[in-house]
């Protein structure tokens, strides 16, 4: 079985996000740490070379195959910021219906830009995302 690539790293995040080159994706994306970095109240950590995650839990898939992820995180990606947030509490759905311009995909959230979605839901869905996962 191989080893999952992405792990922490002792990568600078700032360092990280300053390289980020689209202007509006890069000061997005330092809010949007200040936003996780609040929730949270986890320092950041860079997962991998792209990933800037906050906490961490184990999971283990029924085929045997476990590793660490972080609780929530985010990363620059040229075509979107994608965010990975956990799905599967209760408020998941109806927050997303109130959420904005998005995408979503498997624990993923995709935005283009942060004004194209009210962060006060945002702020909750990262919110309930990491209780949800801390009780797993």
């Not at 800037?52 to 990606?77: C, H, I, M, T």
């Not at 209760?90 to 942060?114: D, M, R």
Request: aromatic share 10%; proline share 4%; net charge positive.
């Amino acid at each position: 079985m191989t080893a999952l690539k992405t792990k922490p790293t002792k990568n600078s995040v700032k360092q990280f996000l300053r390289k980020v080159e689209n202007p509006t994706k890069r000061e997005d994306s330092f809010k949007i740490l200040e936003l996780m970095k609040e929730v949270t109240k986890e320092e950041p950590v860079m997962w991998g070379d792209s990933i800037v995650g906050f906490g961490s839990y184990r999971y283990k898939y029924a085929s045997g195959r476990e590793g660490d992820w972080p609780l929530v995180g985010f990363s620059p990606r040229k075509q979107n910021l994608t965010l990975y947030i956990m799905s599967g509490f209760g408020k998941y759905e109806k927050l997303l219906e109130s959420l904005g311009k998005f995408k979503t995909g498997k624990s993923c959230l995709y935005i283009n830009k942060l004004k194209d979605v009210d962060i006060q839901v945002l702020r909750e869905l990262i919110l309930e995302s990491v209780e949800h996962m801390k009780k797993l």
